[in-house]
């Protein structure tokens, strides 16, 4: 739906496809057109690269706008799609493999001057006994990274020998079960780090700019909960000079679209890259509330071979952006909450975004991720964000699922969030110092959404 917004006012036509499961979609009522490509299993259907694109080449399109799930990231799509005469909204396939390519992406930054983590070396490792020896030699605690993988899928923290030995085969077989690859990555693990992203335009003249940064430290299982624009603890200089390292990362490849140069942050203002996604991603909206600019309808032009049409110093941070992923799912249980959806009513107001495709008598579907709807807001400073934040998911009603506003609302209201203090360890803090659901005294209107 988002993508089909930039295309009406660009005067773009738009083809959605679904799976069988998605037939009652909004955006399937949404687009101009739209097409069934298969059963509900993701295989069968998102994942079927000659499914798309004999879809796309069926309507005429001329272009694919992969989204942010599924084939995004998937550079043999990337590259069906081109050799069948079709733009793919993105960057080329070899950047896409590339970046995808955790060991490799790392030396070519290391070698570009951009800083990384004490890490493998080499291609990545398949074997107990050499990760063993990689590990020791790094020194405790380490962090197992799927090298094809990226987002925490096959991610294990390791403290000691023992749990690296335990460890290692599951992570590895977590890798070949979601990446197809048994190659692992060993990483330094920094404990209280936050989770900086830059988001990068590029066109293919090589012109590269940034959009400054996200900062995503509030994540669940590697599943981000909450993300903010800007980071509360960057200073102007150490923005610029973040920035500059994320132009760099992308200008050593000759990358081209969007990108997100995604670092960790230390207390003490050091600064590491750790992987690059090369798609839009979920959080974007937070950079456009605080840059005023459309970067789905950026990503589209810079597709259409267009130069950047803003410079750097152009480039200006205004206020404070929030968002919320609110999640079917089960607050107590933390399990997906399929349903059929009754009541529903999205906030509004002066600062208030909601990206949505609920509606009521919709049914979740089982079979994706549970991400139902994302609130944005915006205002002029970070205080004033929360407040309207709050606000808007107080007045936020969903009956027929469970949904994770009240965990929302409890991480706006803590002190160390509303301080600016939160690191990745964040939400597992949260947890383990959790009350018992009874406690939590039930707000008068989400009330039925808790
Ligand atoms: C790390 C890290 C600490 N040290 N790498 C998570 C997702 C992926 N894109 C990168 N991630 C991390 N990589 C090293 N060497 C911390 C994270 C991380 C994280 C880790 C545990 C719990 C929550 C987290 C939230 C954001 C990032």
Redesign the pocket.
């Known amino acids: 739906m988002r993508i089909i917004r930039a295309c009406r006012e660009l005067g773009i036509p738009t083809v959605a496809v679904y799976s069988t499961a998605d037939k009652a979609a909004m955006h399937v009522r949404m687009a101009d057109e739209s097409v069934c490509i298969g059963p509900p299993a993701a295989q069968d259907s998102y994942l079927n690269i000659p499914a798309v694109v004999s879809a796309a080449i069926a309507y005429g399109a001329d272009a694919v706008h992969p989204g942010y799930g599924f084939l995004s990231e998937n550079g043999d799509f990337a590259e069906a799609c081109h050799r069948s005469g079709l733009h793919f909204v993105g960057p080329r396939a070899r950047h896409i493999r590339l970046m995808g390519d955790k060991p490799r992406a790392l030396r070519i930054m290391k070698r570009a001057g951009v800083p990384v983590?004490p890490?493998s070396e080499g291609n990545g490792v398949t074997e107990l006994r050499e990760a063993q020896a990689q590990a020791k030699a790094l020194g405790y605690p380490v962090?197992i990274?799927a090298a094809a993988g990226?987002?925490?899928k096959g991610?294990r923290?390791v403290r000691s020998a023992e749990e690296l030995t335990r460890m290692f085969p599951l992570a590895r077989a977590e890798s070949e079960a979601a990446f197809g690859s048994r190659k692992m990555y060993l990483?330094?693990?920094?404990?209280r780090?936050r989770?900086v992203e830059f988001q990068i335009l590029a066109d293919n003249r090589r012109n590269v700019i940034h959009l400054g940064e996200r900062d995503?430290?509030i994540?669940r299982r590697?599943q981000k909960v909450l993300e903010e624009a800007p980071c509360p603890v960057l200073t102007p200089r150490l923005r610029e000079k973040m920035g500059k390292a994320a132009v760099r990362a992308a200008e050593v490849v000759g990358y081209s679209n969007v990108g997100t140069v995604?670092f960790?942050l230390t207390p003490e203002g050091e600064f590491?890259f750790?992987?690059m996604n090369t798609r839009i991603q979920v959080e974007h909206g937070v950079t456009e509330m605080v840059t005023g600019v459309d970067l789905v309808k950026e990503s589209l032009l810079l597709a259409m071979g267009e130069p950047l049409r803003i410079r750097q110093r152009q480039v200006r941070l205004s206020g404070s952006a929030i968002e919320c992923r609110i999640y079917a799912e089960d607050p107590d249980l933390h399990l997906p909450s399929p349903g059929v959806v009754s009541n529903h009513h999205s906030p509004g107001g002066l600062g208030v975004r909601v990206e949505t495709a609920l509606y009521d008598g919709y049914r979740v579907p089982v079979h994706y991720d549970p991400l139902v709807a994302k609130l944005i807001v915006h205002a002029e400073h970070r205080e004033l964000a929360i407040a309207r934040c709050k606000a808007a998911l107080r007045e936020y009603l969903i009956d027929g699922i469970k949904t994770n506003i009240p965990l929302h609302l409890k991480i706006l209201e803590d002190p160390d969030f509303r301080s600016g203090h939160v690191a990745?360890?964040f939400?597992?803090r949260y947890e383990s110092r959790a009350e018992p659901a009874a406690e939590r005294a039930p707000r008068r209107q989400h009330a039925r959404a808790s």
Request: proline share 0%; charged share 25%; glycine share 14%.
């Open positions: 983590l890490g962090l990274k990226g987002g925490g991610m923290i990483e330094k693990f920094l404990e780090a989770h995503c430290s994540q590697h995604e960790l590491y750790i992987e990745t360890d939400l597992a």
